[in-house]
Every structure is written in structure tokens, then in C-alpha cells.
């Protein structure tokens, strides 16, 4: 079942049972109330004849209107009204109408003592039920609704009066309350089915545009936005939709930027190894055929072991970057003084740094620069970042330093260069897989693959630290790495 219909139907249940429930209550009370109205107006026109009837006359002291021409003048008066009389005397005996020669009718015992307890009685007269019922006519078949009202005079039940009314005016009365019931509850009903179909057909409606967009972003169509007004729960879901869609949209630009990554590896790493596999393969062969001097055979030797180490380095890079992104790596921290580690790892690079015309120069720490990190990948952050200094730093000076910063608890660390700086651009991009700054420089020793800043972000991460890079287009570039004290890295990442 469409759910336009399913929702019309479940308003219109709940409506019908509303209305149901409430024609049934106003009709009980309806009829109630008729029925009480007509049992008050009966016991005010039987109080109003007790006071006629039972008029004293002041002479003689005599009741002396007691009579059948009194009693029928005022059901003349009350003709309108169909209101009918009868007189019991004290005797439980119809006076009035005068029964039938040699008939005695009479109230049911049961009647009479309530009578005589001072009660009221409220009843229903049936045709067919007349034992202890007066009969007002001959062969008299209607129904009446009627009331039994004693009549006392000195504490005495002189008389009871039965007035009655026939039933059939008030069903009349309650009759034309149910019609006009049942003529609103039919428009009620109809309204009611329009209501519905155009409440549902809103919601569907709304329903519609989130499937209609859902069908665009399975098509990658991501430009899709939902209007919401935050009214409802469909309006929070439009707003989750949305957020969503750009989650999607960012998940796929990254996906296809990765992907662009992954081509442009392919193509720097296919042609990295290449040249040094074509270079190998024919020093080989000149070694094979004796094409190669003697006295040259040395160099060609020491060529393909460099061209080897460039190869195993650059697959050792690959694998140690998805070690270390995958968490398959040991951490052994632990509290060490910085400045042996950056004054070696400075000795180790100057001659690298004095090939490209670079000055490397270490500002020593004061006192012991405490530093708590695994030492190991300590200097493999470290030496990675000068290396990337080194490699886009032409006749220009490195600075590296480290101090404590004791109010973070933590060492920090800076290796700042005055070589060909980086765009915003491509500081944004320096910590993606395979990105390379400056892709021309693809045949320099150091970072063929584009992955050592890479290796390096993840490092520091996986240490709970915080690495930080600023630079402008030919004024240099700044690494600043913080590493926190035991028990604080933790703490520090979550207040950030």
C-alpha cells in the first residue's frame, strides 16, 4: 500500500473513532438531557395543579377544586404540550379520568409506598405494560414519559397525580438532535478525508524530494541541497541528508585526489625505479661482455650498489609508511636528552647540506633538553625534516633547535630553512601520500617518493604530538614539532 494511503488511513481511524466516541457521548447526553427536561416541566405542571386542586375554601375550610372539569381545563391549556392527568385519592384509586363501571384501577404497590415515603417517580409508559398504569382512553396505545408526584396535606397523602406526556414528541426533539449529529459528523467525515489526503500527500510530497535526492547522490550528483526548516523529525532528517551529502562530496574529492596521488606515484615511482634497474641492468651486461674497462669496473660496481640502495629505500619508505599508519609499529618511549640525537643527526647531514651550498646551524639547548618519545623514530622525524630542508634549500641556511616548554609540558622542536618556500596550497598538501612540492625535482637523491613528510606527520601523530608548518613562496619554510611529556599527550590533543 502507498504510503499516502497508509497515512489517510490512520487519520482517518483515529478521526472516526474520535467522532465516534464523541457522537456517542453527545447523543447519550442529548437524549438524557431531553428526558430530565421533560420529567422537571412534568413535576412543575403536577406541582402547579396541586396548588389549583387543592385550593381551600376560606368559609368552609373545604378542598373544593378537586374536580374532573378543573383537570381538563388545564390539560386544554397544556394540549399543545400533549400533557395528559391522573388522580389516585388517598386510597391508591383512579379518580381521574373515571375508569369504566365496576373497574378499580390502581398504582402498583410498590409505587404507592414510595408515594407515601414523599418520592417522586420518573418512568416510561409501554402500550403493552399497563398493569399499575392508569388508562387515560380507551384502546389508548401510545407511549409516555411520566412522573408520580404525591400530593400531602397536614402530613397526610391526600391524593397522587400522574402526568404524563406523550413520547413520541420527545423522541421527535431528540430525533432531529441525532440528524443534525449525524449531518456534522458526515461533514466531519468528508472534511476529514480531504484533510487527510492533503496532509499525507504534504508529507509524501516531502518524502518524495528526499528519495528524489537520495537518486542523484547515487548518481554522484553531490550538488543536491534540501530545504529545511527545522519544524520537524523530516526537517532534522533533511539536515542529516545534507550534512551527508557533504561528507560524501568531501570523501569523494579526497578519494579522487588520492587517486591522482596513487597515478602520479605510480608513474614517479615506475620511472624512480627504472632508471636504476636500466642502470644496473647495463652495467651488468658491460660487466657479462667484458664491454667495460678493467680499471672501471670498480666504479660500475660502486654505481649499482648506490642504485641499489636508492631502490631499497624508496620500498622501504612504502612500508614503513603503511606500518606506521596502520599502528603495526612498537612505540618504545621513553625520556631522553634531545641534544645528542639533533647534534648527530646534524653531523650526518652536512655533507649532504655543503653539496647543495647549505649551512646547517644547530642552536644548542641550555642544560639537558628532556624529551619523551621512541629515540628511534625521534630521529627519523627529525632527520627526515632537515633532509626535506636540505632538498629545497639551494645555497641557503637550516636552522634547527629545540626548547622546553614547560607550561604545555612539552619539547619543542623547529628546523627552519630560507630555501623556495610553499604556497598555502601546498602547505595544505604536504602531508598527503605521494605529494611532492616541487614535482619537478624528481631525480634528487632525497624524496624520489614523495612520502617522508608523510612518514613523518603520521609519526608524530602516533606519538600524541602536534606538528605545525609555516611558509611563503621563496622566503622559506618552518617545521615546528611538540612533543609532550609522559601522561600530558593525551590530555593536550583533547583540549585542542
Request: hydrophobic share 35%; proline share 2%; glycine share 6%.
Amino acid at each position: 500500500m502507498k504510503l499516502i494511503y497508509q497515512n489517510m488511513l490512520s487519520f482517518l481511524i483515529v478521526i472516526l473513532t474520535t467522532l465516534g466516541i464523541i457522537l456517542y457521548s453527545v447523543t447519550s447526553a442529548s437524549t438524557s438531557w431531553e428526558y430530565n427536561r421533560t420529567y422537571k416541566s412534568l413535576e412543575s405542571y403536577a406541582g402547579n395543579l396541586e396548588k389549583i386542586a387543592l385550593k381551600t375554601d376560606p368559609k368552609t375550610g373545604q378542598i373544593h377544586n378537586i374536580t374532573g372539569d378543573n383537570i381538563r381545563t388545564v390539560e386544554q391549556v397544556l394540549s399543545e404540550r400533549n400533557v395528559q392527568f391522573a388522580i389516585f385519592d388517598y386510597n391508591n384509586n383512579q379518580v381521574y379520568p373515571t375508569p369504566p363501571t365496576n373497574v378499580k384501577l390502581h398504582l402498583k404497590q410498590s409505587y404507592w409506598k414510595k408515594l407515601k415515603q414523599g418520592k417522586t417517580i420518573r418512568n416510561i409508559q409501554k402500550p403493552q405494560n399497563t398493569e399499575g398504569n392508569p388508562r387515560l382512553r380507551k384502546d389508548d396505545n401510545r407511549s409516555y414519559v411520566y412522573v408520580l408526584t404525591p400530593w400531602f396535606q397536614n402530613g397526610k397523602l391526600i391524593a397522587a397525580v400522574w402526568a404524563g406526556s406523550d413520547v413520541s414528541e420527545l423522541q421527535t426533539n431528540i430525533g432531529e438532535i441525532n440528524s443534525r449529529l449525524y449531518f456534522a459528523l458526515l461533514i466531519s467525515l468528508l472534511a476529514a478525508i480531504i484533510l487527510s489526503f492533503l496532509l499525507s500527500r504534504y508529507q509524501v510530497n516531502r518524502i518524495n524530494r528526499l528519495r528524489s535526492a537520495t537518486k542523484k547522490v547515487a548518481n554522484n550528483d553531490f550538488s543536491v541541497h534540501i530545504e529545511s526548516k527545522g519544524r520537524d523529525e523530516l526537517d532534522d532528517l533533511a539536515d542529516d541528508f545534507n550534512q551527508m551529502v557533504k561528507s560524501l562530496e568531501a570523501s569523494d574529492t579526497e578519494i579522487k585526489r588520492q587517486e591522482q596521488r596513487r597515478k602520479e606515484f605510480m608513474a614517479d615511482a615506475s620511472h624512480e625505479m627504472r632508471t636504476p634497474l636500466t642502470t644496473i641492468n647495463g652495467l651488468l651486461e658491460g660487466l657479462a661482455y667484458d664491454a667495460i674497462p678493467e680499471e672501471s669496473k670498480g666504479q660500475s660496481i660502486q654505481l649499482m650498489r648506490n642504485e641499489t640502495k636508492r631502490l631499497i629505500r624508496l620500498v622501504n619508505e612504502n612500508l614503513d609508511y603503511e606500518k606506521i599508519r596502520t599502528n603495526q609499529i612498537t612505540m618504545a618511549k621513553r625520556v631522553f636528552d634531545a641534544n645528542k640525537p639533533l647534534t648527530d643527526i646534524t653531523s650526518q647531514l652536512e655533507k649532504k647540506a655543503k653539496t647543495s651550498g647549505d649551512e646547517l646551524i644547530l642552536k644548542p639547548f641550555d642544560g639537558e633538553l628532556q624529551t619523551y618519545a621512541d629515540y628511534d623514530r625521534f630521529v627519523q622525524v627529525i632527520f627526515n625534516i632537515m633532509q626535506n630542508a636540505i632538498q629545497f634549500t639551494n645555497n641557503g641556511k637550516i636552522f634547527i633547535s629545540g626548547i622546553r616548554n614547560e607550561e604545555r609540558h612539552a619539547s619543542v622542536f623547529t628546523v627552519s630553512d630560507t630555501g623556495i618556500g610553499m604556497s598555502e596550497d601546498q602547505v595544505k598538501n604536504i602531508w598527503d601520500r605521494y605529494y611532492k612540492a616541487d614535482p619537478s625535482r624528481k631525480n634528487r637523491k632525497y624524496g624520489e617518493s614523495g612520502l617522508g613528510l608523510s612518514i613523518v606527520h603520521q609519526l608524530v601523530e602516533n606519538h600524541g604530538g602536534e606538528i605545525e608548518v609555516k611558509s611563503k613562496v621563496n622566503e622559506g619554510t618552518t617545521f615546528i614539532v611538540t612533543l609532550f611529556d609522559e601522561g600530558y599527550e593525551h590530555k593536550q590533543n583533547q583540549e585542542s
